[in-house]
């Protein structure tokens, strides 16, 4: 059973209800006028009465089924239905694996059930997902002019560039250019029902260097001023004390990081809203709780953690915000790398849930509340009441084309089903990680004690054993919660300790005792750059919790922290002692080093580059043990020209060069 993108809450009832009648009717002839025109043609009351002129969703004779998720073995279709995608809809899977082409499988889908799709990416050239996009340029850069799907008119699908995220002086020139880009978008693009802005975190660009700057205070500012000029222009549609009334509070109630967030954040928030308010008031007079709109939020790891403190009234933003857009009919899709990373306030709030592989019941133990799980070999789905779905495949070559073919079998789950095979995996988890699992007599310590070399039975009796009385050297056991860390840290390397404490619910000086004690046990490392502590987990930590760990991050949020962790370790060997300030801020490292003579020597490394993913991973395979320290120090001209007479990077060249170099040298 679908939600009701209301909560059935009161609040949020009488909010939609006081924006419809707070419309003036100039306002609605005007928006009644924008939404009905169509390659230059009115359509007549009577034909937009009799065919519902662009609706959410088709009439129910043509509603051709739910949108297929795969096949069980039997060849039995496993799909959801559009309505299922109501309230929110958490996408997780591990870097690489295709959440980012599993949800535009899901647009798709709904493009082809008559949801018409108008998406935004902030950093990808437009026509590489899906056929229709909006790219957020700087306000200086020209519009790009999209490309027609086959059988459609080009004028159709002509969009303009939106500068409405980029810059907020735009929605504070006045309401005539917010009208001017709805007609421009009613007239060739027609409705927009779903929303997908791809990579949060590039649109959130400005959040880590807002503590302490006045210019995104007065950014924040703008943004709330301009809501309420649009407010009163348009009878109270933009307003932001109902529409966004979370964006105003952060004005004077929170830290000037936290207000630098809530001015980008508003910005994307303000465009769902203003898409958001066109599908409702072109709907207007009819209670329609199914799917009015879709806002995907790519990478939205950065908005979820830098959200979790509460505003001023007790309420977190990040759910405020997703409540406000659930009230005027917009459903939020988030795409997040791990289970570690869902807090359990938006497991509870969601209503879909959809895993991709490599995610396995370790990952799983120690989500709190507990994720029960029904697994089988391969792939499986797990079944929860409260869920509308929860989609598990095992990652193998995964391709996606449509309709979506899952690599591996899925399983479609009875509530008996899943109960029965609820309490077969809960034990099967336990017995796999109890404390007793490294004892003499456990399988895995009789693994590693016949991997040492054997003898003969003849000479084994010819020399009697001396060492029978001692015991086989075995590891301690770990306990839940440092296992939980290290499971942690094999999925999603080099993440900050306040990280991990969120996502493992662990506090104070336990988290700390927890971090001496792996350490000491070598199986993580700790580096310091400034007041942050990075850690990653060892190759021993890997193989004593049986997972398969690469220290080479794929593409994800922590190639930036790989490199800085890699900068550091060089730093450590060259130098006696290593100081890095400023790790996070604006897209820089600054590395100060005193060599052993006293000398000072100053390293900037510049991380602000879309290419780095891929330089790192073309560099993977001949730099091994080599690391890279990107630097524009005059002293390092020297060290510069030895890089450039060595192509090959051998293990004797020094490992300092520019960014510029380094990409230009290692281009396909």
Request: aromatic letters at 6%; a positive charge.
């Amino acid at each position: 059973m679908a939600h009701d993108w209301r909560y059935h809450d009161p609040h949020l009832q009488r909010l939609a209800t006081r924006q419809e009648r707070s419309l003036s009717t100039s306002m609605r002839q005007s928006i009644e006028r924008a939404i009905t025109r169509r390659e230059g043609m009115l359509i007549s009351r009577a034909e937009r009465n009799n065919h519902r002129a662009f609706p959410i969703l088709p009439p129910d004779d043509a509603f051709t089924g739910p949108i297929l998720m795969g096949h069980t073995p039997a060849g039995q279709p496993v799909g959801i239905r559009p309505d299922d995608f109501t309230r929110l809809t958490i996408l997780l899977g591990s870097p690489g694996t295709g959440k980012s082409l599993l949800a535009a499988s899901i647009i798709e889908a709904l493009q082809a059930h008559g949801i018409w799709i108008l998406t935004t990416d902030a950093k990808s050239p437009p026509n590489t997902v899906l056929p229709m996009s909006v790219p957020m340029l700087e306000p200086h850069e020209a519009a790009i002019t999209l490309d027609a799907p086959p059988g459609q008119s080009h004028d159709q699908w002509l969009t303009r560039c939106l500068h409405l995220i980029e810059s907020s002086v735009y929605l504070s020139s006045g309401s005539t250019h917010v009208r001017t880009l709805i007609d421009e978008l009613m007239r060739n693009g027609r409705s927009p029902h779903a929303i997908c802005l791809a990579e949060l975190a590039h649109i959130l660009h400005c959040r880590a260097k807002a503590k302490g700057n006045l210019k995104e205070q007065q950014h924040l500012q703008s943004a709330a001023t301009a809501l309420d000029r649009l407010s009163q222009a348009d009878g109270g549609l933009f307003s932001s004390t109902t529409m966004l009334p979370w964006t105003k509070r952060l004005t004077t109630s929170h830290g000037l990081w936290l207000r630098g967030l809530a001015a980008e954040t508003s910005r994307v928030a303000t465009l769902a809203t203003m898409y958001a308010a066109i599908n409702r008031q072109h709907h207007l007079g009819i209670n329609d709780r199914r799917l009015h709109g879709l806002c995907v939020l790519d990478d939205a790891r950065g908005l979820i953690f830098d959200t979790k403190k509460p505003t001023i009234s007790g309420v977190n933003p990040f759910l405020e915000a997703t409540d406000v857009a659930q009230s005027v009919g917009i459903s939020v899709m988030l795409l997040i790398q791990s289970l570690a990373e869902v807090p359990s306030y938006l497991v509870n709030a969601a209503s879909n849930l959809l895993l991709i592989g490599p995610i396995d019941g370790n990952e799983l133990m120690y989500l709190r509340p507990r994720l029960e799980l029904n697994q089988e070999q391969s792939s499986f789905l797990v079944h929860q009441p409260r869920f509308n779905a929860v989609l598990h495949c095992r990652h193998a070559d995964f391709t996606l084309p449509f309709p979506l073919r899952l690599p591996g079998p899925a399983y479609v789950l009875s509530e008996a089903e899943a109960a029965q095979r609820q309490q077969h995996a809960k034990a099967q988890l336990l017995a796999n990680y109890h404390p007793q699992r490294w004892s003499p007599q456990s399988p895995a310590a009789t693994a590693a004690t016949t991997s040492a070399p054997t003898r003969s039975p003849a000479h084994n009796a010819a020399t009697p054993s001396t060492t029978s009385h001692i015991p086989a050297s075995t590891p301690p056991p770990l306990d839940a919660d440092a296992h939980a860390l290290l499971v942690t840290l094999a999925r999603h390397p080099y993440m900050l300790q306040a990280e991990l404490g969120n996502a493992a619910g662990l506090r104070g000086r336990h988290l700390t005792h927890l971090r001496d004690e792996l350490a000491a046990q070598q199986l993580l490392t700790v580096h310091k750059l400034s007041r942050f502590q990075l850690w990653e987990l060892t190759r021993d930590a890997a193989q004593r919790i049986g997972v398969t760990y690469s220290p080479l991050p794929g593409r994800g949020g922590y190639t930036h922290r790989w490199l800085q962790a890699r900068i550091a370790n060089w730093l450590k060997q060259s130098h006696p002692t290593v100081a890095v300030e400023h790790p996070w801020q604006s897209g820089h490292l600054d590395v100060y080093a005193r060599s052993a003579t006293g000398d000072q020597i100053a390293y900037e490394v510049v991380l602000s580059t879309s290419n780095l993913d891929d330089v790192l991973a073309k560099l993977a395979s001949f730099l091994g043990d080599t690391f890279i320290v990107v630097t524009d120090n005059a002293a390092a001209q020297p060290i510069r020209k030895q890089i450039a007479a060595n192509p090959l990077f051998h293990q004797s060249a020094p490992t300092v060069m520019t960014l510029a170099k380094l990409i230009a040298q290692t281009k396909p």
